[in-house]
Each structure stands twice: as C-alpha cells, then as structure tokens.
C-alpha cells in the first residue's frame, strides 16, 4: 500500500483541498460528546475524539430512507441525495471495520443493495488512528487496524501524519495536493511500530473470542439472559449506536385521498418485541430475555458462523448508551468465566 | 464548508437503483381468484412485462414478496410447480394489511411480485429416490409446488407419498384437485379430516399422523417433506423419526416475519441463519441445530 508523510502544519491546506471531492463531514463537539456532521469551518473539526454518538454508518444506512414512490402505475425506485458526494474526515480504525462488516451484509452475496452501494461509492472515508479510552475494546475484537473500507488513513505521529492510501480516489486526494505530503524516511516507519506498540498496550478491556461460539452455545440456557432481560428496558439504543446493527423495517406510506404514496425503510432493533411477530400474532422471542440474548448471540456466535468473526467490533457505544448499564465486556467475560454461569 | 464539486461523473451506482434493483416490485396482474376455502383464495396472476414473465423461473418450495401499494410487502409461497410456467399461482389466507388489501382487489387490478426468494426444496439431492410429502391445513399452498413437480417429473422419482390433512372437508385447500390423485397409480394419496360433521369425506377420517398406519415407505430411500402449522410438525416428526428417517432427510419449510426476503432487513432470523436465504426450507437436523428453530 502506498505510504506518505503529511506534516501536521499541511493538515489545513489539504483539509481545503479535498473540498473538491465532496462536501465534508467530520466529528464535532456536542456538549459532552460528538458528532459526525457537516463541517461549517475546519477548526471545528475535533479529530481528537473518542467516540461519536452514531457511527457513520448513519450515511450509508440513513435512520430513514425512501425506496420508492409508487403510483397506480407501479413502485419507481428513489433515487434522491444517493449521488451527493461527501468526504468522512476522521473515522476510526473500529467504524472503518463496521462499514467492512455492513460492506459483506449489503455488498456480497446474490443480492447487494443498491441504494447501500451508491452511498458507499459515493462517500470517501478518511480513516484516522486514536487513543482508546476505558471503554474500548477494538484490539479484542481485532478491529484495532484496517487494511481495507477507507480511501485514506492517518496515523499520528506527533508532527506528521504517516498517510496509507487505500483506493484509487485516496490517491486521486493526496496527488491534488502532492506538494504538502512528503515520502517516508525510515525512521518513520520505526516511529509507527514504535506507536503501534504503545496503543496496544493502552486499552483496558479485554475479552478472549477464541472459542467464544462453543461457550456461547453451551451457555445458551444460562441464567445470565434472565437477568440482562430483567434489566433491560428495551430502548434499542445499543443498536441504534451499534456501527454493525444493520436490521431495518419497512413500511408504506400513503398520500391522502391519492393511489400514490412510498415505500421507506427505517432502522429496527431486535430489542423491540414486534420483531420476530409472525402471522397469527405468534411471536417467536416472547421475553425481553430472548431479545436481548439474540442480540448478543448473533453478534457474537451468528456472525463467525456465517462471515468467520463476530460483528462486533468493540467501540463501546453500547456500554456509554446503556441507561441500565449493561457492558457487553462484563457479560462475555462473565459467561467465559471458569464458572458456569448458572 | 461548501463543497466545489467537478464535473459530474456519470453514475452507474444511481442506474443500479433504477434497474436491477433487487426490492423493486415487478407489476403483475390478478388473472384469477378462486375461493378455496373461507379466507384462503387462490390467485392467479401474470408479469405485466413479456420480459419478466418470461424469464421468471422458481424451485419448488420458493416464496416471493407480494406488494399492495399502500399496504406494504408480505412473503408468499409459490402455490404453483415451476413444471407449469404459463401460470403463477398463490394461495393466500387472509391475514392482516396486505392479504386483507389483496381480498378486496378484483380481477386485472395491479399488484407488485418482486422474487423468487429462498432456497426451495433439495430436488437434485431427491431425484432417483422416493419422496413423502405430508401436509396439514395450510401447508399444502407451499408443498403444492413440489407436488406437481414430482408429478410432472414423475419418471425422475420412486414412489411418492402423499399425505394430506385438515380439520374437516370444508377446510381441505385444493380439494378436487386432491380427489383427483387419489385414484392416480403413479402416487399413494392418503387424505384424511379429524372430523366429519357434514358427512361429505369419502377418505380418512383420522389424524394427520395416523395417516402413517396407511402408508409404506422406507425411510432408507425417502426423503419427506413436511409443511404445516407447527403443531403437525410435532406429530409428525415423531412418526417419521420413529420410522427411523434420518433427521437430514426430513425437510421442512418455515415461517417467520420477513421484510427484504434477501437477507437484510434481518427480520426472519432463526438462530443465526436467515429463513429468507438459508431457508425456508430447513432439514430437521438444521432445526434442531439452531436455538430457536419451532
Ligand atoms: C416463507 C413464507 C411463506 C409464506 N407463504 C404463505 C402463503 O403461501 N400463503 C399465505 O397466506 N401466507 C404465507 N405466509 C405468511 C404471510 O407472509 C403472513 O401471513 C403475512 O403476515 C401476511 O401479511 P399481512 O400484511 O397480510 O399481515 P400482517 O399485517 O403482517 O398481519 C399478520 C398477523 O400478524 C400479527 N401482527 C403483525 N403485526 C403486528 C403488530 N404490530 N401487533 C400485533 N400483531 C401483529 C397479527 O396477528 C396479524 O393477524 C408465508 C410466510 C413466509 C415467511
Ligand atoms: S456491540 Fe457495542 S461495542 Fe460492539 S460494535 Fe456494537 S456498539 Fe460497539
Ligand atoms: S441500551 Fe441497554 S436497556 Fe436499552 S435495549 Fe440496549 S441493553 Fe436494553
Ligand atoms: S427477510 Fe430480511 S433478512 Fe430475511
């Protein structure tokens, strides 16, 4: 991959020259937390963030987002704000591997998702390295480093951005600002090992996945889910802030009075209990503890299955969103514990 | 920031929304409606484009998503075999938004059939082989289509079995059709009812699994395949694998909630398997794999 050097003093000019490749969005402050949003200024930009509130899969997945219209005719698809073209300045190394995840959901396989893949192509991704804070657990999760998802990734080190630039359109941003990047010298890259190193030994979660699907199978009817589902009131906010919770709902809407309305689909949890409703009003997840232990166990068991690891990728947006504070570190080492957890 | 955008580049990602777009519904023409039962008609319906009408092809014990505009999307079995293309046949209970929107629409009105979707039933793995089919209530509408596949590639089967079972006459889906392979030598039709009240069955008057005293079939050689609410499948899961069938020769087809039928919306879950594309036809030994599964 082809690696550059950005001196720190030049983040400002390139931040204005990628202007021209689409609308910028970055983190910023909102009281205590942060945000991706529309930048108005580039000072405003906080790429010292811990964690924003949404992921960024809220561009590739908006919370609400119109299908179709249809008219006695027949379904048209939408195709509205799918071409706008926007540049996500500062995604961590864990969000890039959300969007890896949701890339296998919505992108492979028999039936990729158009409307997906058209904000995908259309937004760049900016990756950028951080200092994990106490409720981080990516390098458990092995979503720590990207190799692929972002179109261009800094690392910090304290004068200078190391540049990895990961697709075509990454190289197309640094060669329309070639002058401010300069090539790296070996000491450079003795800088990043050295760096890599010191981040791994930061973190302060850890949890063991080897062998986590067999403990979950064998765990499957622990009393541990009786007592998260007592505990949990069922908001959804873990999954509305997970970056890998891709679960959706649709639903038509009608103009009044007209054959004509549209078709949209919005953000869904498996927390909610009309999720696995059927037909006749059965409902195959009747207790809140089937929820919540489904939730758990399709990312943690589910998704090695089906793609070789789970879809958690350890940014703790749940553990902060919890109003009831349940960890998801605490239950998987607590169900990992030597003791079964009865 | 103001984005100082180039030229605009031509965009094949927006063509994919427009064309080829998997949750597109194709639109479709009620051709027929047929009651079969109290709020269980049969439709018969036909692409409006020649294209798609053409090119559409299924495998047995697929679904697709049936739209109403207004009233959104429901998954529905494929009623009729891919052996008879000329015809796509869908027998649907009355049941909430969309079915009840689909009672009240009449013969050339427009609906939308995006598909077909699921896996279907194993047929390579069943050819040369024998094959049991055992429906109750409303599972024939899916078991329907392997029905008249084997049939119509009968030379490609061993000996089929059929059994079929309801609550009484008046609730037999497909009941002439039914009669009529009773006296057909190329397959063993065993139909019965749990009860007779208005005195009109000619066939069994027992249950479903007791159909199974009727019946001779090796286990060795069959493969069954069994749909139904899931209180047939207790039954009838205990008989077969009394019989000895084993549990990967035992097909079922199941139901859950769906929204995309193409894996994503994540609705139809089962475990960690999706019944839309892993499913809906599972063998028994996936079913009690999974956590979740009836
Ligand atoms: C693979 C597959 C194949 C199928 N094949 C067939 C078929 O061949 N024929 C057929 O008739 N059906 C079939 N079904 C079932 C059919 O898809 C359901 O009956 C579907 O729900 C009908 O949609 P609807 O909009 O008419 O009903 P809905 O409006 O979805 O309501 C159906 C029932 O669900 C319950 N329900 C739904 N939402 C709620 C809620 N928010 N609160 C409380 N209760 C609720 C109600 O009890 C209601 O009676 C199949 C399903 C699957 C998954
Ligand atoms: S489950 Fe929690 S920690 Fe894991 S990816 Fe989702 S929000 Fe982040
Ligand atoms: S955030 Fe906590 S309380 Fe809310 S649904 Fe998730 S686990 Fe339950
Ligand atoms: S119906 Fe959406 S994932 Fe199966």
């Known amino acids: 991959m082809k690696t550059l050097k950005l001196p720190k003093s030049k983040l400002d000019f390139f931040a204005a020259v990628i202007q021209q490749f689409g609308e910028v969005h970055a983190p910023v402050a909102r009281g205590d937390e942060f945000a991706f949003e529309r930048l108005e200024r580039w000072s405003d930009a906080r790429l010292d963030y811990n964690r924003t509130i949404l992921p960024p899969k809220k561009y590739f997945l908006p919370p609400r987002e119109e299908m179709f219209t249809y008219t006695a005719d027949g379904y048209v698809p939408s195709t509205e704000g799918l071409d706008q073209k926007l540049v996500l300045f500062g995604v961590h190394a864990c969000d890039v591997y959300g969007l890896n995840i949701l890339d296998e959901v919505f992108l492979d396989g028999p039936h990729p998702d158009p409307y997906y893949k058209a904000r995908r192509r259309n937004v760049a991704v900016i990756g950028i390295d951080c200092i994990p804070d106490e409720n981080c657990f990516c390098r458990s999760m092995r979503a720590d480093f990207v190799d692929k998802g972002f179109d261009l990734f800094f690392y910090d080190m304290g004068d200078a951005f190391f540049t990895l630039v990961g697709t075509a359109l990454g190289d197309d941003m640094v060669l329309s600002a070639a002058s401010l990047f300069e090539p790296v010298a070996p000491q450079d890259v003795a800088a990043y090992k050295a760096h890599s190193q010191a981040k791994a030994e930061m973190f302060k979660l850890d949890v063991e996945i080897r062998d986590l699907p067999e403990i979950f199978e064998m765990e499957y009817t622990s009393a541990i889910w009786e007592e998260l589902g007592e505990k949990c009131l069922a908001c959804g906010a873990c999954s509305m802030v997970c970056p890998t919770c891709y679960c959706y709902d649709v639903q038509d809407t009608v103009k009044l009075g007209e054959c004509a309305g549209s078709r949209e689909r919005c953000w869904d949890t498996c927390l909610f209990s009309s999720h696995a409703r059927v037909a006749g009003g059965e409902n195959f997840r009747e207790e809140q503890s089937d929820r919540i232990k489904f939730r758990f166990y399709h990312k943690q068991r589910g998704f090695v299955a089906e793609y070789g690891r789970p879809s958690c990728i350890g940014c703790g947006r749940c553990i902060v969103s919890c109003p009831v504070d349940i960890h998801v570190v605490e239950v998987l080492n607590r169900l990992r514990g030597v003791a079964h957890v009865a | ?294």
């Open chain 2, 1 to 294: 920031m103001s984005p100082n955008v180039l030229a605009p580049a031509p965009q094949p990602a927006i063509e994919a929304v427009r064309l080829g777009n998997p949750y597109a519904p194709h639109n479709a023409r009620i051709v027929g409606v047929q009651r079969m039962v109290e709020d269980n008609h049969l439709f018969t319906f036909r692409f409006v484009d020649p294209e798609i009408a053409r090119s559409f092809s299924h495998r047995p014990g697929q679904f697709i998503m049936l739209s109403i505009p207004g009233a959104g999307e429901a998954p529905i079995s494929i009623s009729s075999s891919p052996t008879r293309p000329h015809v796509l046949e869908l027998c649907v209970r009355r049941a909430g938004r969309v079915t009840d929107a689909l009672y009240r629409m009449r013969v050339n009105d427009l609906v939308g059939i995006r598909g077909p979707y699921g896996n279907g039933f194993p047929v390579e793995e069943m050819v040369g082989g024998d094959v049991l089919m055992a429906a109750g209530g409303l599972g024939m509408a899916p078991l329907r289509s392997l029905l008249w596949y084997t049939l119509d590639n009968r030379s490609q089967f061993g000996k089929l079995t059929l059994m079929y079972g309801g609550r009484n006459p008046e609730s037999m889906l497909y009941r002439n059709e039914m009669s009529s392979l009773v006296d057909r030598p190329d397959i063993h039709t065993l139909l019965g009812v749990d009860a007779d009240p208005s005195g009109t069955w000619k066939y069994h008057v027992c249950r479903l699994a007791d159909l199974f005293d009727f019946a001779d079939i090796d286990p060795r050689t069959t493969h069954a395949a069994v749909c139904g609410p899931p209180i047939v499948y207790r039954f009838i899961l205990q008989r077969l694998l009394k019989l000895g069938f084993s549990k990967d020769r035992i097909l079922m087809s199941l139901e859950r909630h769906m929204k995309c039928g193409v894996g994503k919306c994540g609705h139809c879950s089962i475990g960690y398997k999706y019944t839309c594309i892993h499913g809906p036809i599972f063998t028994y030994w996936d079913a009690i794999n999974l956590p979740e599964m009836i």
